[in-house]
């Protein structure tokens, strides 16, 4: 090898020869172009396009012989980052990136299990954890330009990190966990997490639903049963968590079962599926034959409502026929104990008030969803009550019955079984009572109930009126949980009626309350 210096020695030219100016071509002396110096132009121009053939020839051969250009996973690209030309969709391969598709409600996010047209689970569904921390955890933003509206827009979910929380886990099949249609879609593993997230949920939320569910499948009696009074009595507890509530083992097993099938936790799959299972055949075997539990008790048509509303869950997310003939028999009892005014109250025929009847439009609308058989004049009949309770014309108030004065968990109460039973309302007509909601946002020590009502109404609604009410009420509810001793998970009753549910109920109420991002698709979607 030779030195720089060498080099440098090498490319000097062997003589200094002057220059003379009339040796350029094209000086100012000069009245023509010389021929040899035409031919040599010439000659140099026809070297270059014959480089530049040569060039484009040597790229563009592979690709006539191989159909594309190859993208670094082996597809071929059309610049957008999806493959074309293999016979695959664009769709599929954006299954697993942290955009989905607002159109496209089948996407899958990292780490999530996706269930394909034939049941098997076509993803990684090992947990909670693994669908929120593989995703970007600032707060959800989607910018759309005005006229940009007419194209599918892509929304980026954010999935706030949520540790240590297990999915429900596959069945036994090693199929994934079903996605109820309809109001129940977002119990699945994978809308779940992401629905969690993007609807104002967080990791410490999630976290307090997930102790919630571990102190109630504790305290559930060996029969299958949860008792509303008697529940500290199971051997684990031995008299620890106190707070009793009312006789009703029926109406405390239907509260024990909806936070479990609220968080996409059924009889068929996940880590409860035993829980969720014993807590059904319960409730069947303490079914009569006119479609009402013997163990009702205190409450009676309330209990009734809230087990009702649990069977009809579980049909409508599973489609167990051994669930359906149950289900329809409870549903068949709340039609026949409608009095004529619309209304329900804690025996059959009885008139009406908001508070029952509340629990028994849950039931009917959860019914729908399992494609169970209701008279249409059911609701038309509700629609007279409500009228009947309802303040004034811009919908701003409800009464308990007919002539009362209007307390904020009626003002909730009576809103949301507008939102169920009006087949052609519209957002706009729940103004006035939405306004009155944000005047008398959740406070510690504030009822449970009230907050239940009034959490799904301005969820449903939305915007700035839901985004002020899930700030506080989210917090206030992560911060009264129970967090220590056997009563850790736990919600104690607060306030109002509250007492008389017990710590069962006030636990169920907390934990549909912060379950609400997924436990009901928004009805105005």
Same mark, same amino acid.
């Given at each position: 090898?030779?030195?720089?210096?060498?080099?440098?020695?090498?490319?000097?030219?062997?003589?200094?020869?002057?220059?003379?100016?009339?040796?350029?071509?094209?000086?100012?002396?000069?009245?023509?172009?010389?021929?040899?110096?035409? &031919?040599?132009?010439?000659?140099?121009?026809?070297?270059?396009?014959?480089?530049?053939?040569?060039?484009?020839?040597?790229?563009?051969?592979?690709?006539?012989?191989? #159909?594309?250009?190859?993208?670094?996973?082996?597809?071929?690209?059309?610049?957008?980052?999806?493959?074309?030309?293999?016979?695959?969709?664009?769709?599929?391969?954006?299954? #697993?990136?942290?955009?989905?598709?607002?159109?496209?409600?089948?996407?899958?996010?990292?780490?999530?299990?996706?269930?394909?047209?034939?049941?098997?689970?076509?993803?990684?569904?090992?947990?909670?954890?693994?669908?929120?921390?593989?995703?970007?955890?600032?707060?959800?933003?989607?910018?759309?330009?005005?006229?940009?509206?007419?194209?599918?827009?892509?929304?980026?979910?954010?999935?706030?990190?949520?540790?240590?929380?297990?999915?429900?886990?596959?069945?036994?099949?090693?199929?994934?966990?079903?996605?109820?249609?309809?109001?129940?879609?977002?119990?699945?593993?994978?809308?779940?997490?992401?629905?969690?997230?993007?609807?104002?949920?967080?990791?410490?939320?999630?976290?307090?639903?997930?102790?919630?569910?571990?102190?109630?499948?504790?305290?559930?009696?060996?029969?299958?049963?949860?008792?509303?009074?008697?529940?500290?009595?199971?051997?684990?507890?031995?008299?620890?968590?106190?707070?009793?509530?009312?006789?009703?083992?029926?109406?405390?097993?239907?509260?024990?079962?909806?936070?479990?099938?609220?968080? #996409?936790?059924?009889?068929?799959?996940?880590?409860?599926?035993?829980?969720?299972?014993?807590?059904?055949?319960?409730?069947?075997?303490?079914?009569?034959?006119?479609?009402?539990?013997?163990?009702?008790?205190?409450?009676?048509?309330?209990?009734?409502?809230?087990?009702?509303?649990?069977?009809?869950?579980?049909?409508?997310?599973?489609?167990?026929?051994?669930?359906?003939?149950?289900?329809?028999?409870?549903?068949?009892?709340?039609?026949?104990?409608?009095?004529?005014?619309?209304?329900?109250?804690?025996?059959?025929?009885?008139?009406?008030?908001?508070? %029952?009847?509340?629990?028994?439009?849950?039931?009917?609308?959860?019914?729908?969803?399992?494609?169970?058989?209701?008279?249409?004049?059911?609701?038309?009949?509700?629609?007279?009550? &409500?009228?009947?309770?309802?303040?004034?014309?811009?919908?701003? #108030?409800?009464?308990?019955?007919?002539?009362?004065?209007?307390?904020?968990?009626?003002?909730?109460?009576?809103?949301?079984?507008?939102?169920?039973?009006?087949?052609?309302?519209?957002?706009?007509?729940?103004?006035?009572?939405?306004?009155?909601?944000?005047?008398?946002?959740?406070?510690?020590?504030?009822?449970?109930?009230?907050?239940?009502?009034?959490?799904?109404?301005?969820?449903?609604?939305?915007?700035?009126?839901?985004?002020?009410?899930?700030? %506080?009420?989210?917090? &206030?509810?992560?911060?009264?949980?129970?967090?220590?001793?056997?009563?850790?998970?736990?919600?104690?009753?607060?306030?109002?009626?509250?007492?008389?549910?017990?710590?069962?109920?006030?636990?169920?109420?907390?934990?549909?309350?912060?379950?609400?991002?997924?436990?009901?698709?928004?009805?105005?979607?």
């Amino acid at each position: 090898m030779r030195s720089s210096q060498q080099v440098d020695e090498s490319l000097k030219p062997e003589s200094q020869t002057e220059v003379q100016p009339d040796q350029f071509v094209g000086v100012a002396e000069e009245p023509y172009f010389a021929p040899r110096v035409v &031919l040599g132009t010439m000659i140099g121009v026809f070297s270059c396009l014959l480089l530049a053939a040569l060039l484009m020839l040597m790229f563009w051969l592979p690709l006539l012989a191989g #159909g594309g250009i190859a993208d670094a996973d082996g597809g071929t690209g059309d610049g957008s980052g999806h493959r074309v030309g293999d016979g695959k969709s664009n769709q599929a391969d954006d299954a #697993g990136n942290d955009e989905v598709t607002v159109f496209d409600q089948e996407s899958a996010i990292p780490g999530t299990a996706q269930t394909d047209a034939s049941g098997e689970a076509s993803g990684d569904q090992n947990n909670l954890t693994a669908a929120t921390n593989n995703a970007t955890s600032s707060e959800t933003a989607t910018t759309t330009k005005a006229a940009d509206t007419a194209r599918p827009q892509k929304q980026k979910y954010t999935i706030a990190p949520i540790e240590s929380l297990q999915s429900p886990e596959q069945g036994e099949q090693g199929k994934a966990q079903a996605t109820a249609p309809g109001m129940f879609e977002g119990r699945g593993t994978a809308e779940r997490a992401k629905l969690a997230a993007s609807e104002g949920g967080n990791a410490a939320s999630e976290k307090a639903v997930e102790e919630g569910l571990k102190w109630l499948a504790k305290h559930q009696d060996k029969s299958g049963a949860w008792s509303l009074d008697g529940f500290s009595q199971v051997d684990d507890c031995d008299g620890q968590c106190g707070n009793p509530g009312l006789n009703s083992d029926a109406g405390g097993t239907g509260f024990g079962l909806l936070p479990f099938l609220g968080a #996409g936790y059924t009889h068929n799959n996940g880590k409860y599926k035993n829980t969720v299972q014993k807590g059904l055949d319960w409730l069947i075997a303490d079914q009569t034959k006119e479609g009402t539990f013997q163990n009702c008790r205190a409450g009676t048509l309330y209990a009734h409502g809230v087990a009702t509303i649990a069977l009809c869950e579980a049909y409508a997310m599973t489609k167990d026929p051994k669930l359906k003939a149950p289900a329809q028999r409870a549903i068949d009892y709340i039609v026949m104990a409608q009095h004529q005014g619309g209304g329900w109250r804690y025996g059959p025929g009885e008139a009406g008030d908001t508070s %029952v009847t509340g629990w028994q439009v849950i039931a009917l609308r959860s019914a729908q969803q399992g494609g169970l058989r209701i008279p249409r004049s059911v609701f038309t009949k509700v629609s007279v009550y &409500l009228d009947s309770v309802q303040t004034d014309k811009a919908g701003s #108030g409800y009464r308990y019955m007919p002539g009362d004065r209007i307390t904020d968990a009626m003002v909730a109460e009576g809103l949301l079984c507008r939102v169920y039973t009006s087949s052609k309302l519209r957002r706009g007509e729940l103004r006035a009572g939405v306004e009155y909601l944000q005047e008398h946002l959740p406070r510690v020590g504030g009822e449970l109930y009230y907050w239940y009502y009034a959490t799904q109404v301005l969820h449903h609604y939305g915007g700035e009126p839901w985004d002020e009410w899930n700030h %506080v009420m989210r917090d &206030l509810l992560i911060e009264s949980q129970a967090t220590e001793g056997h009563a850790s998970g736990s919600w104690a009753p607060q306030g109002g009626h509250d007492s008389s549910g017990g710590r069962v109920y006030a636990t169920s109420l907390a934990l549909l309350t912060l379950e609400v991002y997924y436990r009901h698709k928004r009805a105005f979607e």
